[in-house]
């Protein structure tokens, strides 16, 4: 198993996503994107899809918004026997822009960084297969 291990997914926030007035989108949303990230970067390093243990710390740095488009990274920063240390950042690459029309989005010139966290996930000794 190595480290440098890496995976990303980018998808739209829904409507369904927004949680609080003005179609903002609950945190805990970028968590469960990371939890996907980090059962991706499991299967890659051991096939198997692991158990997320603890996450270490989280940082929530700017808004998200129904309709913008989130890129989650992660990648395996250390491993143990079972254990895999992991650092996300979740970044917005893509925004709505209602002033100009109902169907209007800019691609952002640069992402913007709306959540960091580190963690640590395991996979059972006996699940391990070894993929990378």
């Known amino acids: 198993m190595s480290t440098g291990t890496k995976a990303i997914i980018r998808l739209r926030m829904s409507s369904h996503d927004a949680h609080y007035g003005g179609n903002l989108v609950d945190g805990a949303r970028m968590l469960g994107l990371f939890g996907d990230v980090a059962t991706e970067l499991c299967i890659r390093s ?3 899809e692991g158990l997320f243990r603890a996450y270490d710390s989280v940082e929530f740095l700017a808004p998200v918004y129904a309709g913008d488009f989130i890129e989650a990274e992660g990648e395996i920063i250390s491993a143990g026997n079972t254990s895999r240390k992991m650092r996300f ?3 917005k690459v893509i925004k709505p ?4 029309n109902d169907s ?3 691609v952002l010139a640069e992402p913007v960084v709306v959540c960091r966290a580190t963690g640590t996930c395991v996979v059972p000794k006996d699940k391990q297969r070894g993929q990378t």
Do not use: I, N, S, T
């Open 97 to 100: 822009r209602p002033d100009v």
């Open 104 to 106: 209007a989005a800019d």
């Open 89 to 91: 950042e979740a970044r």
């Open 46 to 48: 051991d096939g198997d």
